[in-house]
């Protein structure tokens, strides 16, 4: 995870799941490439997104439209931090409170965007296909960053529906 940020000056997938600017997928071919056992990978899989503010978020794609890095928190700048935003709390008081979701099909990523804002995010749906590519690949496991930002443990349940089935 961590792929694209608020650091950037440019909107981009957090944790991608494919794509051509990095991706999960790229980086895990590459560690299997260089002699990696598949089973001593596990995957990163982030409770949280990350923001742009100050971007065109008429542009229904949002992907790489200029964007800010929000310098502090609060609604529409991040949960703990300018630009950070917990995934408990975008499920809350983002989806379906003015925000429009997209789910980009070539990443597997969802994102947020309205208000002059606009997150990439992980949710169920990408999640889950995070969880169905370790187990395709043989890989050892994944572990999630931080659990904190799942407190309603939707994400959590996810990886456990999807391991366990």
């Not at 980086?27 to 923001?51: C, D, I, Q």
């Not at 939707?154 to 391991?163: E, G, K, M």
Request: glycine share 14%.
């Amino acid at each position: 995870y961590d792929y694209h940020g608020g650091w950037e000056g440019r909107t981009g997938a957090n944790a991608p799941l494919y794509g051509d600017e990095g991706s999960v997928d790229q980086t895990v071919r590459a560690y299997l490439e260089a002699g990696a056992a598949p089973s001593k990978l596990n995957l990163g899989l982030p409770f949280y997104g990350r923001g742009w503010i100050q971007v065109d978020t008429s542009v229904e794609e949002g992907w790489n439209q200029p964007g800010q890095r929000a310098k502090q928190a609060g609604f529409g700048l991040g949960t703990w931090e300018g630009s950070s935003f917990a995934y408990w709390d975008l499920a809350q008081n983002y989806l379906n409170h003015g925000y429009i979701r997209g789910f980009d099909p070539k990443t597997r990523t969802p994102y947020l965007y309205g208000n002059g804002t606009w997150i990439s995010y992980d949710d169920e749906e990408s999640i889950a296909c995070k969880v169905d590519y370790c187990l395709r690949k043989g890989l050892g496991g994944v572990m999630c960053w931080e659990l904190a930002a799942d407190r309603d443990k939707i994400l959590q349940q996810t990886i456990a529906d999807r391991l366990c089935r």
